[in-house]
């Protein structure tokens, strides 16, 4: 199976400042033949469900603010946040799609308030 | 608008079984796979495993194989997961998700907005 790792654990981050989560894959995901990663973002707040962000690494979601970028290729990525703000205050997991039968998630990152 | 809407909260003793309904709604329920995910108290998210709604093929997680069947109803566009042998590890917030995208690969969305199970004597 693909193990996704996330750093770090946890981060705490001033308003406004910049926040840098990231991901790597034991094994890469990127499908050469349409040259996409298989690679999601997912933010969940307490008490509510898992909600998309990005996809294909680096594809942001309809509605989801400018703030949050996706990057990275093959086996290493980031999810940016540019400019926090306090409603960003969640747990973010990466997840990769690209073994089609096994599905797996980083173990969630807790961003918080500095 | 597509919804994905679970069945309620369930306590359950060790060793007894249980089964998570996923009702859809909104799209053609044969056209889109169906996962389900699992979040112990605190932790993270689990992936357990998936149907295809169209012709009820399954794929599980190693960790789930033998113990967690995922089946559905096609007239009902729902789908079930059904947990045995219960432990109390197995206490966690299931929730199902749709892929986003026909098909058999993609992210997840949208998420049902989750059933907690407890397993407690």
């Known amino acids: 199976d693909i193990v996704m790792t996330q750093s770090p654990d946890s981060l705490a981050v001033s308003l406004g400042e910049r926040a840098t989560i990231n991901c790597k894959s034991s094994q890469s995901v990127l499908y050469s033949s349409n040259n996409k990663n298989y690679l999601a973002w997912y933010q969940q707040k307490p008490g509510q469900p898992p909600k998309l962000l990005i996809y294909w690494a680096s594809t942001r979601e309809s509605g989801v603010p400018d703030r949050f970028s996706g990057s990275g290729s093959g086996t290493d990525f980031a999810l940016t946040i540019s400019s926090l703000q306090a409603e960003d205050v969640a747990v973010y997991y990466c997840?990769?799609?690209?073994?089609?039968?096994?599905?797996?998630f980083g173990q969630g990152t807790k961003l918080e308030i500095k | 608008q597509v919804h994905l809407v679970q069945s309620g909260a369930e306590v359950k003793m060790p060793g007894a079984s249980v089964k998570v309904s996923c009702k859809a709604s909104?799209?053609?329920?044969?056209?889109?796979?169906i996962h389900w995910v699992r979040q112990a108290p605190g932790q993270g998210l689990e992936w357990m495993g998936w149907?295809?709604?169209?012709?009820?093929?399954?794929k599980y997680s190693q960790k789930f194989q033998g113990r967690v069947t995922i089946t559905r109803d096609t007239s009902a566009s729902t789908v079930y997961m059904e947990v045995s042998s219960l432990r109390s590890e197995d206490t966690a917030i299931y929730y199902c998700a749709r892929v986003a995208a026909a098909g058999i690969v993609g992210w997840f969305d949208p998420w049902g907005q989750g059933s907690l199970v407890t397993v407690s004597s």
């Open positions: 909104g799209y053609t329920f044969t056209n889109y796979i």
């Open positions: 149907i295809n709604t169209g012709n009820g093929n399954t």
């Open positions: 997840q990769q799609y690209y073994s089609t039968l096994i599905y797996t």
